[in-house]
């Protein structure tokens, strides 16, 4: 392969036309023909350009709505004959088939036009055909074709033409063509998704996930491991959508306890706010107001939340963002956040500030995948929810009122736990944390020693688990897990139940003379 190849004729057909006539001038400055199509060749001849329309070119004119216009020989042939091939050239000259040196192309709008909720037709017209056969045409070509497919390398082909008197290099044309195949096959990768949707199928036979770099990290979960954040084209509001406001670069922690502190918060309809350490709750609380719940949070374990991460699902105001202040936060993140926050918070120049425009519907379908040596493994998200009908109590004592809401506020917050997980609340707000524990039981006792050394810290005269209500995020085996959360002073439970030894639990329960309600559905989160 030769090093440089240079660009006498260039094939322009793009659907983002951001740049296009500042790159085609540059490129008639520098002697070269361009070729171009429908929309394309009209705004650069509209901008006084010369242009020939590919139809001229090919003597062939555009037809089927435009659906054929450049799967044409003459285009195809320009694209991919071998420069210096005897037998290729001596076909493209019999032909008379021009060698094309630079192709321009972005396609058809197709990830967009589903985003806007387009229906099925106008999908399909947007499933774009000749783009994708050019790129790839060119790209297999790259020891002679620069290919651009990204409006942003518009200007480093500028730079190295200017460079090498109209030439570009064959590093850059590499790279060009890696990023072209990357384009094409999240460009696929989309459409194969939309057409698993439209059928209904969960699981596909092939399945194909892609993604568009965000933000390099400076490093992963740990500073020997290089990390990236990739967004997808299906995005909900979180962090993919995020307008960080001020403070320092995020890491790859940050972004990983943000997403788990945001879907968190997601689930509640009254104002709250949970605080995130290492993808956990420390602390979870619904109120009145933001502030209210912010201090309630907090207070559940004030001595984890230091470092962490606070989600909001309010407009974040100033009287809110001044107590979050107080304490050293690594991120805030909110759907909004007014001038008074801003202000708050400007003095904290390590802290992020986050805004997502929205908060994201912990209803709707989605899907988790996790890497496995040679594989992934898929699942649909835990979109599970209980609601009160669906309750079924299995003790002698029923929960009164207050009890039934804080064990249906203790269980959604249950499924965004690490399991074993074992949370106490009591008044809409987390009083004990237990999770990631080998036994359900070792669960149970740490949220209850976390919640009375809060308790102990704060001056009060018993913990917050006196009183309070706990859930689990799967049945308690044995009935030693409940005895533990009863020792602690809970009077109400909720539990998905199914054990073999439910009868058992269900005695002690009786015994100790507290309420429980099963659920029939767990929240795993492993």
């Known amino acids: 392969m030769s090093d440089l190849s240079y660009v006498c004729r260039a094939l322009i ?68 004959g071998i420069r210096g091939n005897a037998e ?85 044309r590499k790279r060009l063509a890696a990023t072209a195949y990357a384009r094409t096959g999240a460009y696929d990768a989309a459409i194969s998704q939309w057409f698993a949707r439209e059928l209904g199928e969960v699981f596909p036979r092939r399945v194909v996930v892609a993604g568009e770099l965000k933000q390099s990290l400076r490093y992963g979960e740990n500073p020997h491991q290089a990390a990236a954040f990739y967004v997808t084209g299906q995005q909900r509001p979180g962090v993919a959508t995020a307008r960080q406001l001020q403070g320092k670069e995020l890491s790859y922690n940050n972004l990983n306890d943000t997403d788990a502190a945001y879907e968190l918060v997601a689930e509640f309809e009254q104002p709250a706010v949970a605080i995130i350490k290492h993808a956990n709750p420390c602390g979870v609380a619904v109120g009145a107001d933001i502030k209210s719940a912010y201090l309630n949070a907090l207070a559940t374990d004030p001595v984890s939340a230091y470092g962490g991460i606070v989600a909001i699902n309010r407009r974040l105001d100033g009287a809110t963002a001044e107590e979050i202040a107080k304490l050293f936060t690594e991120v805030v993140i909110a759907p909004e956040a007014d001038e008074a926050a801003v202000a708050a918070f400007a003095a904290k120049k390590n802290l992020r500030l986050l805004v997502t425009g929205g908060m994201p519907d912990p209803a709707a379908p989605g899907m988790t995948l996790r890497p496995v040596a040679g594989g992934y493994l898929f699942q649909t998200k835990d979109n599970g ?35 074993n997980a074992i949370i106490y609340v009591k008044n809409g707000t987390t009083v004990g944390i237990g999770a990631g524990q080998m036994s359900r039981v070792d669960s149970s006792r740490i949220a209850a020693w976390k919640s009375q050394e809060a308790a102990t810290a704060a001056g009060l005269a018993q913990p917050g688990t006196i009183g309070s209500v706990v859930a689990s995020d799967a049945y308690f085996p044995f009935a030693d897990g409940l005895l533990a959360a009863a020792a602690a002073g809970a009077t109400a439970v909720i539990q998905p139940g199914g054990s073999i030894r439910d009868a058992e639990v269900i005695a002690a329960a009786d015994e100790k003379g507290l309420a429980m309600v099963f659920t029939g559905m767990r929240h795993f989160r492993h």
């Open 385 to 419: 929810r209980i609601a009160l009908p669906e309750l079924k109590v299995v003790t002698k004592r029923s929960p009164s009122e207050q009890e039934l809401k804080d064990l249906l506020f203790a269980f959604r917050v249950c499924k965004h736990v690490k399991s």
């Open 88 to 172: 290729h050239e001596e076909a493209m000259k019999s032909h008379g088939i021009d060698p094309i040196d630079l192709l321009v192309v972005n396609l058809y709008p197709f990830e967009a036009t589903v985003a806007k909720g387009a229906g099925y037709d106008e999908c399909v017209e947007n499933i774009d055909i000749g783009g994708p056969a050019m790129i790839r045409a060119a790209s297999k070509n790259h020891a002679a074709v620069t290919v651009v497919v990204d409006v942003e390398d518009y200007a480093v082909v500028k730079a190295e033409m200017e460079a090498n008197k109209g030439a570009t290099t064959l590093a850059l």
């Open 13 to 80: 057909s793009v659907s983002d036309k951001t740049g296009l006539i500042d790159f085609a001038r540059f490129l008639e400055g520098q002697g070269v023909e361009i070729l171009s199509t429908g929309g394309s060749a009209k705004a650069i001849r509209d901008a006084g350009i010369k242009v020939t329309e590919v139809a001229d070119y090919t003597g062939f004119p555009e037809m089927l709505d435009g659906r054929v216009k450049t799967l044409h020989p003459k285009v195809h042939g320009g694209l991919l």
